[in-house]
């Protein structure tokens, strides 16, 4: 799922990866160290979190607070929208 990462006051283009309530797993361009502060913005989840690990393209993150049940839910919803969206266009 698309979305944007907003770390040392630029806003980078990322695809979700992998999401739990604890953290996320993006696809980053930006090389962005250990310890980072950042917002997650899912369009309907803006999260506050640190960035964790980082391997190439691949980014860890964990959120300052968990989300909860129906916050996984919708982001959950919105990513099954979003690929039958992508999928109809063809």
Do not use: Y
């Amino acid at each position: 799922m698309p979305a944007f990462l907003q770390a040392n006051e630029e806003r980078h283009p990322v695809h979700l990866l992998d999401l739990s309530a604890g953290g996320a797993k993006l696809d980053c361009p930006a090389a962005l160290p250990t310890g980072t502060t950042a917002i997650l913005d899912c369009g309907t989840l803006r999260r506050s979190a640190v960035v964790r690990w980082q391997a190439g393209a691949v980014l860890g993150l964990c959120f300052d607070s968990e989300l909860d049940a129906r916050e996984i839910s919708a982001l959950i919803a919105r990513s099954i929208a979003l690929d039958t969206r992508m999928k109809t266009r063809g």
